[in-house]
């Protein structure tokens, strides 16, 4: 995967502007400060028993992850576990004493203002989503369900929850059709009509969406906004996933992101954005499990798109078409020896063609270390093909999708056009993007996975999904 640096790098290129974390990676909050990113940071599951059964830890955790690198990293929210009650229900009772000490801890610190606390939950744990009406949460969490929304009402906070269309498309047994599931048009005989409300749904998102609505208000808890902080479609599976292919996730996300950046809403909200987050930014190739566990990322791990998003009809294409290549530069204030070392390197051991960077050739000015050293790092980084790994130099080299060709010198990769493709600002990367109407990205420093803005989330530089918030995320 690549490094902090380049992640970030990677996120300010495709303009995106929200972001967010499996867990609070020491790097990788560094390298946000002084960003604007916004950022949600999480507990990671197995932090949560010892953060709900402590307040001093509870304390501690918000001081070294959260107070210590604000203002610089713009965090905004908590995300305590990851579906916990469902992962590891016998945390289930500490849940909500966690999020409670955390919040506490924020309000000591005067900063709950700006950093909310929620947790995210499965769309699973909403029973009878259909007709999203008749909703209701799985009565044997009612004991936690309860305090919880309380506590996101009370807070001002909001639901978070992971919805994947692609799952309740394969567990429907040939019920659900694969168009609902992928946002394509259907004939108005073939929408889908709650029988108490008549209204009628056209695609699994908004269903799963409304039925979490209705669940709260079953519980009388309402006012409570939803989050979508995970959903996408994998471009890859087994031979019994015929249907995870590039052309599904493309389409999937691509009428996803459409979706939620018309602010189109849902029939219960129309009009009212579903601040959403796209899993993932980058794939990830050692994940365990079937092959589409590995293959839910927008690019590769090299930062090569995996597909691109067709938004044409929104009036642009986003940043990872396979029409925009990748090039490998000097990180900008990069050490200059070792800038030099690095350029040695490539240009001997690593045999990378340094001739254009010779006197008088056409990539010999400016003549600077470090526009050298871009030339002979992005030389040996095509050379290789673009593997992974093979744009680092101990550090101090990163992946954009800016080319930096000038004049006369032309840097491998190149396709002649300058500069990036994004959609109202919005851009993807390996990360959760939020779609809400501004770039969002999630980030789990372990892997990387959307508002009328996109977001993206990263893991902890594993996987990045991508979140979009209502544009204004991924």
Known sequence: MPSASAVVALLKNQQITHVRLYDADRQMLTALA????????????NQLLGVGQSRSTAANWVNKNVAAYLPNTNITAIAVGSEVLTTIPNAALVLVPAMKFLHSALVAANLDGQVKVSTPHP?????????????????????????????????KSYLMLNVYPYYVYMQGNGVVPLDYALFRPLPPNKEAVDPNTLLHYTNVFDAVVDAAYYAMASLNLT?????????????????????????????????????????????????????????????????????????????SANSTPVYALNLNGAGSTLGNNTSAQTFCVALSGAD????????????????????????????????????????????YYHKMNMASGSCDFNGVATITTTDPSHGSCIFLGSGGANGTSSVNGTVLGNVTYPLTGTNITSLNSSAPHLQSQIHPILFPLVALPILFWNLPIL
């Open 34 to 45: 002084n960003t604007g990113i916004e950022v949600i940071v999480s507990v990671p599951n």
């Open 336 to 379: 200059a020896q070792l800038l030099q070392a690095a350029l040695d390197w490539a240009c001997g051991p690593g045999q990378a063609d340094c001739s254009a960077i010779q006197a008088g050739q056409t990539c010999y000015s400016p003549n600077t270390v470090e526009d050298h050293a871009s030339y002979a790092f992005d030389s």
């Open 223 to 299: 006012n409570i906004p939803v989050v979508v902080t995970e959903t996408g479609w994998p471009s890859m599976g087994n031979a019994n996933e015929p249907d995870a292919t590039v052309d599904n996730a493309d389409t999937y996300n691509s009428n996803l992101v459409r979706h939620v950046l018309n602010s189109t809403g849902t029939p219960k909200l129309p009009g009212v954005a579903v601040n959403t987050f796209i899993y993932e930014l980058f794939n990830e190739d050692l994940r365990p499990g079937a092959t589409s566990e590995q293959n839910w990322g927008l690019f």
């Open 123 to 155: 769309a699973e744990l909403i029973l009878d989503s259909f007709p999203p009406s008749q909703a209701f949460f799985n009565s044997s969490w009612n004991n936690v369900m309860m305090p919880l929304l309380a506590f996101l009402r009370d807070t």
